[in-house]
């Protein structure tokens, strides 16, 4: 089973320049989350999808980020504009909506720099 | 206060030593408990799910006490490739499948 699929894996930007994450999640998984884990802290999540559907954004910074699911499958992630305290790794997980077990599971993140 | 507090250490531990991690959650009402292992650089994976009556996987086991809001993970004889962060995980009170991390604990086992 293919795992989550995210590009771009690294990144580089100018502080004030826009970026976009993209992601893709496991076949069948109708959640699907972003995560922003900056260097010694844990994963923070951003937004939830329930298929197309917004579940969670209260900790997204909605004048700067912006995310969306358009068909219920991929998902973007929009920096715009960077400031320097958004470098971190975004992570985007998956999950069935329905598993007792709640096992989310990650890709392997997007590391932006922002200089 | 954190929702979910750990230790970040890192633990300095010799190969074969047993080693315990603990954490403090806040939310009285979290219904779901799980430790993840992070390696360096890499995406987290989930490690194992903690009940209340305790559960165990080879080397590691986890246990849960809800009275105090206290998890902790036990690994016995330590191996090089435990090397890790181990995250402490909450799934909050209300569905919705919303995780919340501690910050994690470094482990790094010796020669």
């Known amino acids: 089973e293919a795992g989550v699929a995210q590009s771009p894996r690294y990144k580089i930007i100018e502080k004030r320049q826009s970026v976009a994450f993209w992601c893709n999640p496991i076949s069948g998984h109708a959640t699907l989350y972003w995560y922003q884990q900056i260097l010694g802290q844990g994963p923070k999540l951003l937004i939830q999808f329930q298929n197309n559907g917004v579940v969670d954004d209260s900790q997204l910074p909605k004048d700067r980020f912006s995310a969306e699911r358009l068909k219920g499958v991929d998902s973007t992630l929009k920096i715009q504009p960077a400031k320097l305290e958004d470098s971190a790794v975004y992570l985007c997980?998956?999950?069935?909506?329905?598993?007792?077990?709640?096992?989310?599971?990650f890709g392997p993140g997007t590391r932006l720099t922002v200089t | 206060r954190k929702e979910v507090e750990q230790d970040p250490g890192p633990f300095n531990v010799p190969e074969g030593a047993t080693v315990a991690f603990n954490c403090t959650y806040s939310?009285?009402?979290?219904?779901?408990f799980f430790w993840y292992r992070q390696d360096c650089r890499k995406e987290p994976k989930l490690l194992m799910s903690v009940y209340s009556s305790g559960n165990e996987d080879g080397r590691f086991t986890a246990q849960l006490n809800r009275a105090s809001q206290y998890i902790s993970l036990l690994i016995r004889d330590s191996k090089l490739s435990d090397s890790a962060t181990y995250l402490c995980?909450?799934?909050?009170?209300?569905?919705?499948?919303?995780?919340?991390f501690g910050t994690g604990t470094q482990l790094k086992v010796e020669l």
């Open positions: 997980a998956s999950s069935f909506p329905d598993r007792v077990l709640y096992e989310q599971y």
């Open positions: 939310n009285s009402a979290s219904q779901s």
């Open positions: 995980v909450v799934n909050s009170a209300g569905g919705g499948n919303k995780l919340t």
